[in-house]
């Protein structure tokens, strides 16, 4: 498992933006998915965005494209999620996750093994 270090997590009120950075210890394989998911109270975790560490091709959910982003600094081994135009269902303990970048789709949580320790965000 490789350590993973959130922040910037908080309150905002509708409408407002927040930036998430994610600070992985290394990165495990040569090519990588670095993802975000989040959890509201009694919802699935769901995936919110995705970066190969390799190519830097992006993923982002359908719904919320438009309105988040993903980038990474691969010199820092640091992604981020800039997240615009908050909404309050937005609200949840966003994560960070890594593991190898293979053929089963960036979003299914159960295939990852390394997760950050979660950060709130709270849309009022």
């Known amino acids: 498992h490789v350590q993973l270090v959130e922040s910037g997590g908080g309150s905002v009120q509708a409408g407002g933006s927040l930036t998430l950075s994610c600070t992985a210890f290394e990165y495990p394989f040569s090519d990588n998915y670095f993802a975000w998911f989040r959890q509201a109270p009694g919802k699935e975790r769901e995936g919110v965005a995705a970066i190969s560490t390799r190519g830097r091709d992006t993923y982002v959910s359908f719904d919320l494209k438009g309105r988040f982003a993903i980038s990474a600094d691969n010199a820092e081994n640091t992604m981020y999620l800039q997240m615009n135009r908050l909404k309050p269902e937005d609200s949840a303990v966003y994560y960070c996750?890594?593991?190898?970048?293979?053929?089963?789709?960036?979003?299914?949580?159960?295939?990852?093994?390394?997760w950050g320790q979660g950060t709130q965000v709270t849309v009022s």
């Open positions: 996750a890594i593991r190898r970048r293979d053929d089963r789709y960036w979003g299914e949580a159960a295939a990852y093994r390394s």
